[in-house]
């Protein structure tokens, strides 16, 4: 049979269609390395698709067709904006995998990330186990504990397909005014150098050899994490949130940064920029910061991140200038924007500055480079779409009894007995009747503080699942004992009802940023009335639960012993296995306890150093036999 030279043509060129569908593009073989698969795709997309991926936008906004029309690259859910209340793990996983179909209808079917702030445990999602706060586990200096944390929050977000958290924090706290302090795990730098090995907990052990800065995530049981708040954020002038940190370039390098060396060796993901300034310069707009020391220096070759409405926020009033913000915070070196709500005034403008060559397009291939390496390496384009086999990890027991340890590694004591020969921990089991008093004992959301279920945290005990100190109490005492909750009694009723001891459980409301500054640092009311009760009149135990060091000084001699219990979390019956005395205290101080406010900021080798409990201060008990 003979063809004319046109028909042969064509069926040429039909043959090679066909055998350009049969083989994948080279950025979708996951045989390619990654670098050859950016490459691959890059080549590929417009500049309208390039800023799409450095775009990160609210859940609520995040419709599929909305997705799919800005070619969005990442999807944030704010804590309390599950997809409804007490959600079950499946529902999280449908709502995720709804809003993935429009990356996925999209010509290069780049998948979109999820990320959340899990700072500590999935503690967005109902029935979750809550972790510590940092603050607390800084007391264990238990790096491997931290570790094992991580692991079980990774799981814990892939239970509701989350593949990526906006955590660790892992700034130094100097001044417990700050609101964020108890995101900090210490003011002392290498403490927190330390608790960066939850880093590799949530993104698994980096491999031996695999190069410097490039981030590294392990498989399906891990996600990706970022630190924060790239930098100083911690050594702000008299603690404020999103202040300012007025210190030279040696103290920064010295105190604030260490820790983020550790980080980008351990393969982190990304960088998340603080709100505030440095010498009255906003890091989001610090070229010198970000790209000079960040990229450079420390050869970080992640995403770095603006803070949610972050580049809004570096001006007066926020949003003033957007244009300037734009471009200042793309030209510092900001790769992906939380923005999280304005998403087509954000792409509008930066496509402008752009094309108007304000921003060149090497700073935009730059982000979009790391935007994708990050994604490739967590598998992405892989596996996309969550499956539901993790669904059963949400709260397991063994997690829980993991955060259960955690809170009795994170205690610590420090006062027991009115003299050295009298202490009165650990408590007896088998006494007739305890008096369990304060607004702390039976409240997991003042258990969990911040950062749980809610964005400013919560009250009382029916957004999730836990076990308060009181609860906890009563698991563990005698059969025989009786167990007498009472808010805030008179003295006349602790008088008059023949307690053998009481254990009085008080402290600080949720707080979370900048709804946390604190001049006074006082426990709430009727704390410092419940302890005057309670104790002028039995024997009695007093429990903190707090965010930070608080005012004690003016209670101290009253009372019969102090445990500082921090931000514990959901599993409260660790504070009871260690007050009973199954296991011991071992906790010690990672922040200085002040004696007065006026004393602030405060820290291990100031000259003036005077105070009510120093820094690695704890008193050591053994369990009892």
Same mark, same amino acid.
């Given at each position: 049979?003979?063809?004319?030279?046109?028909?042969?043509?064509?069926?040429?060129?039909?043959?090679?269609?066909?055998?350009?569908?049969?083989?994948?593009?080279?950025?979708? !073989?996951? $045989?390619?390395?990654?670098?050859? #698969?950016?490459?691959?795709?890059?080549?590929?997309?417009?500049?309208?698709?390039?800023?799409?991926?450095?775009?990160?936008?609210?859940? &609520?906004?995040?419709?599929?067709?909305?997705?799919?029309?800005?070619?969005?690259?990442?999807?944030?859910?704010?804590?309390?904006?599950?997809?409804?209340?007490?959600?079950?793990?499946?529902?999280?996983?449908?709502?995720?995998?709804?809003?993935?179909?429009?990356?996925?209808?999209?010509?290069?079917?780049?998948?979109?990330?999820?990320?959340?702030? +899990? %700072?500590?445990?999935?503690? !967005?999602?109902?029935?979750?186990?809550?972790?510590?706060?940092?603050?607390?586990?800084?007391?264990? #200096? !238990?790096?491997?504990?931290?570790?094992?944390?991580?692991?079980?929050? +990774?799981?814990?977000?892939?239970?509701?397909?989350?593949?990526?958290?906006?955590?660790?924090?892992?700034?130094?706290?100097?001044?417990?005014?700050?609101?964020? =302090?108890?995101?900090?795990?210490?003011?002392?730098?290498?403490?927190?150098?330390?608790?960066?090995?939850?880093?590799?907990?949530?993104?698994?052990?980096?491999?031996?050899?695999?190069?410097?800065?490039? /981030?590294?995530?392990?498989?399906?049981?891990?996600?990706?994490?970022?630190?924060?708040?790239?930098?100083? &954020?911690?050594?702000?002038?008299?603690?404020?949130?999103?202040?300012? *940190?007025?210190?030279?370039?040696?103290?920064?390098?010295?105190?604030?940064?260490?820790?983020?060396?550790?980080?980008?060796?351990?393969?982190?993901?990304?960088?998340?920029?603080?709100?505030?300034?440095?010498?009255?310069?906003?890091?989001?707009?610090?070229?010198?910061?970000?790209?000079?020391?960040?990229?450079?220096?420390?050869?970080?070759?992640?995403?770095?991140?603006?803070?949610?409405?972050?580049?809004?926020?570096?001006?007066? /009033?926020?949003?003033?200038?957007?244009?300037?913000?734009?471009?200042?915070?793309?030209?510092?070196?900001?790769?992906?924007?939380?923005? /999280?709500?304005?998403?087509?005034?954000?792409? *509008?403008? @930066?496509?402008? @500055?752009?094309?108007?060559?304000?921003? /060149?397009?090497?700073?935009?291939?730059?982000?979009?480079?790391?935007?994708?390496?990050?994604?490739?390496?967590?598998?992405?384009?892989?596996?996309?779409?969550?499956?539901?086999?993790?669904?059963?990890?949400?709260?397991?027991?063994?997690?829980?009894?993991?955060?259960?340890?955690?809170?009795? $590694?994170?205690?610590?004591?420090? $006062?027991?007995?009115?003299?050295?020969? !009298?202490?009165?921990?650990?408590?007896?089991?088998?006494?007739?009747?305890?008096?369990?008093?304060?607004?702390?004992?039976?409240?997991?959301?003042?258990?969990?503080?911040?950062?749980?279920? #809610?964005?400013?945290?919560?009250?009382?005990?029916?957004?999730?699942?836990?076990?308060?100190?009181?609860?906890?109490?009563?698991?563990?005492?005698?059969?025989?004992?009786?167990?007498?909750?009472?808010?805030?009694?008179?003295?006349?009723?602790?008088?008059?009802?023949?307690?053998?001891?009481?254990?009085? %459980?008080?402290?600080? %409301?949720?707080?979370?940023?900048?709804?946390?500054?604190?001049?006074? @640092?006082?426990?709430?009311?009727?704390?410092?009335?419940?302890?005057?009760?309670?104790?002028?009149?039995? $024997? =009695?135990?007093?429990?903190?639960?707090?965010?930070?060091? %608080?005012?004690?000084?003016?209670?101290?001699?009253?009372?019969?012993? @102090?445990?500082?219990?921090?931000?514990?979390?959901?599993?409260?019956?660790?504070?009871?296995?260690?007050?009973?005395?199954?296991?011991?205290?071992?906790?010690?101080?990672?922040?200085?306890?002040?004696?007065?406010?006026?004393?602030?900021?405060?820290?291990?080798?100031?000259?003036?150093?005077?105070?009510?409990?120093?820094?690695?201060?704890?008193? *050591?008990?053994?369990?009892?036999?």
């Amino acid at each position: 049979m003979k063809f004319s030279v046109p028909v042969t043509c064509v069926l040429l060129l039909c043959f090679w269609a066909g055998q350009t569908e049969a083989q994948p593009e080279i950025y979708k !073989d996951s $045989k390619q390395p990654p670098e050859v #698969r950016i490459k691959a795709l890059m080549k590929r997309m417009t500049l309208e698709e390039k800023i799409g991926q450095m775009t990160i936008i609210e859940r &609520d906004v995040a419709t599929p067709d909305v997705v799919k029309k800005y070619f969005i690259g990442g999807v944030m859910i704010s804590v309390g904006n599950g997809p409804r209340p007490m959600a079950s793990a499946k529902e999280w996983v449908d709502m995720l995998n709804h809003i993935q179909q429009g990356a996925l209808s999209t010509r290069l079917r780049i998948p979109t990330v999820y990320t959340t702030c +899990a %700072v500590h445990g999935n503690n !967005d999602a109902y029935n979750a186990t809550i972790f510590p706060h940092n603050i607390g586990l800084g007391v264990s #200096r !238990d790096a491997n504990l931290v570790k094992r944390i991580g692991a079980a929050t +990774a799981l814990e977000l892939r239970a509701t397909g989350i593949q990526y958290t906006l955590a660790p924090d892992i700034a130094v706290c100097r001044d417990p005014r700050w609101g964020r =302090c108890y995101e900090s795990y210490s003011e002392d730098h290498t403490i927190v150098q330390k608790m960066t090995e939850i880093i590799s907990g949530l993104q698994g052990d980096i491999p031996h050899g695999h190069p410097t800065g490039v /981030p590294f995530v392990s498989g399906k049981t891990k996600v990706a994490s970022c630190v924060k708040n790239f930098v100083g &954020d911690g050594g702000t002038v008299d603690g404020v949130d999103e202040g300012n *940190t007025a210190i030279d370039y040696e103290e920064l390098r010295r105190i604030h940064m260490p820790q983020y060396y550790d980080s980008i060796r351990k393969g982190v993901v990304s960088v998340l920029l603080s709100y505030t300034s440095w010498n009255g310069k906003r890091v989001h707009a610090n070229h010198a910061l970000v790209t000079n020391v960040l990229k450079k220096k420390m050869k970080f070759q992640g995403m770095v991140l603006a803070e949610w409405s972050g580049l809004d926020r570096m001006t007066t /009033p926020p949003h003033s200038n957007y244009t300037y913000s734009v471009e200042a915070g793309i030209l510092a070196g900001v790769d992906m924007v939380i923005v /999280p709500y304005n998403y087509s005034e954000f792409i *509008t403008t @930066l496509t402008s @500055l752009v094309k108007n060559k304000y921003i /060149p397009i090497s700073r935009i291939d730059d982000a979009v480079h790391r935007i994708l390496r990050a994604k490739f390496v967590m598998g992405l384009f892989e596996d996309p779409l969550a499956d539901y086999s993790f669904t059963g990890k949400l709260g397991s027991q063994e997690h829980r009894e993991l955060a259960r340890d955690a809170v009795r $590694k994170s205690l610590v004591l420090l $006062k027991n007995g009115k003299s050295d020969d !009298d202490p009165l921990l650990p408590l007896s089991k088998n006494v007739t009747k305890i008096l369990v008093a304060g607004t702390h004992a039976h409240d997991l959301g003042y258990q969990c503080g911040g950062w749980s279920m #809610r964005w400013q945290g919560f009250r009382g005990n029916n957004l999730t699942v836990g076990t308060t100190i009181l609860t906890a109490v009563r698991n563990t005492v005698g059969s025989h004992t009786k167990v007498v909750y009472e808010e805030n009694p008179d003295p006349e009723f602790v008088k008059s009802n023949k307690f053998s001891y009481a254990i009085v %459980v008080v402290g600080e %409301v949720p707080y979370t940023e900048i709804h946390g500054d604190s001049r006074n @640092l006082t426990i709430i009311e009727p704390g410092p009335r419940t302890i005057k009760n309670v104790c002028g009149a039995i $024997k =009695c135990v007093v429990v903190i639960i707090s965010g930070r060091p %608080v005012v004690m000084e003016p209670y101290i001699e009253g009372i019969d012993a @102090l445990v500082a219990a921090w931000l514990p979390g959901t599993e409260g019956q660790g504070v009871a296995d260690v007050l009973f005395g199954d296991y011991g205290f071992t906790g010690k101080l990672a922040n200085t306890w002040f004696r007065s406010v006026d004393q602030l900021p405060m820290n291990v080798g100031d000259p003036h150093y005077d105070p009510l409990f120093p820094f690695g201060f704890g008193i *050591t008990t053994q369990p009892r036999k």
